[in-house]
């Protein structure tokens, strides 16, 4: 899995460069870590970060959400739709 921020001429307080649709899966990793994910529609977020060992759920998304977090997978058991991956 690539990670762009080993690079520290990027920093994570940059604003995105790069964007892609996720289809969640259940142990296919991302193919990169990401900075943030938007929700494109409303539903739970299941998703392991990418300094943990177990996954954790977001209930309740909105449309329109922004979590800024370093995400490794998007879990099949996700119900949230149109999941964009800011890199």
Do not use: Q
């Not at 970060?49 to 996954?55: E, G, P």
């Amino acid at each position: 899995m690539s990670d762009p921020f080993n690079d520290p001429s990027i920093s994570l307080s940059d604003p995105a460069s790069s964007a892609y649709s996720v289809t969640p899966h259940a142990s296919n990793p991302l193919p990169y870590i990401t900075r943030a994910i938007y929700i494109g529609g409303t539903g739970t977020l299941v998703c392991r970060l990418n300094k943990d060992s177990s996954d954790v759920t977001f209930v309740g998304l909105p449309t329109g959400t922004l979590l800024p977090i370093r995400a490794e997978y998007i879990r099949a058991t996700s119900t949230a739709t149109n999941i964009i991956a800011l890199i």
